[in-house]
Structures are given as C-alpha cells and as structure tokens.
Nanobody, 113 residues
Framework: QVQLVESGGGLVQPGGSLRLSCAASGSIVSIMGWYRQAPGKQRELVAT???????IYADSVKGRFTISRDNAKNTVYLQMSSLKPEDTALYYC?????????WGQGTQVTVSS
C-alpha cells in the first residue's frame, strides 16, 4: 500500500508560478508523476519521473513545468511556471509500486485574473 499526500495548489494569475508537492509513504515506489483533469475533460498526463530521474512531459507543458524528485523523502515536485488559464484543473499525484498504481486525492490549481 502507498499513501500519497499532495500540497501546493491554489489560485494564481496568468503568468504566475506554483509548486506542487506529493509525499509517498508505505511501499517503495518506482514511477511518480502528475496528471490533471479539467471539468468536462478526461484525466491527462502532465509529467512523470522514474526513480532514476528519467522524465516525460506532456507537449502542452514542456518548457513551462519541471518535475523533480527527492528519493530520500519519497517526494515528487512539480514546478509550474508561465501558467495559463488552460492549466486550470484538479492535479493528481500518481505513484507506481509494481504491479499497482496509486492516486492522491487531488489538489486544485486555478489560473485566473
């Protein structure tokens, strides 16, 4: 079992920045990452990072978001910059502890003036 605790969401103006954090406890995890779901849309990948540091980003966030990880703390971060209104969504932390995947409860990010 893996428990995920997210933090860092909130309201920010367009062009602003936010940092999300997600701490995992329980079993050892391999891949960690972030997904998001906007109202009326499907959940989509934002970024993932392996325990070795390999990253994958959605095209829509490349160059603006940076995912990082502290393996000692079992924590993943998402630094979001140059935020746009279309980044508004519920952001979910994801962790894989093979063969299972786990989801956080979600943290809201709203980009609005």
């Amino acid at each position: 079992q893996v428990q995920l605790v997210e933090s860092g969401g909130g309201l920010v103006q367009p062009g602003g920045s936010l940092r999300l954090s997600c701490a995992a406890s329980g079993s050892i995890v391999s891949i960690m990452g972030w997904y998001r779901q906007a109202p009326g849309k499907q959940r989509e990948l934002v970024a993932t990072i392996s325990s070795g540091g390999s990253t994958i980003y959605a095209d829509s966030v490349k160059g603006r978001f940076t995912i990082s990880r502290d393996n000692a703390k079992n924590t993943v971060y998402l630094q979001m910059s140059s935020l746009k209104p279309e980044d508004t969504a519920l952001y979910y932390c994801y962790a894989r502890s093979p063969p299972l995947g786990y989801w956080g409860q979600g943290t809201q990010v709203t980009v609005s003036s």
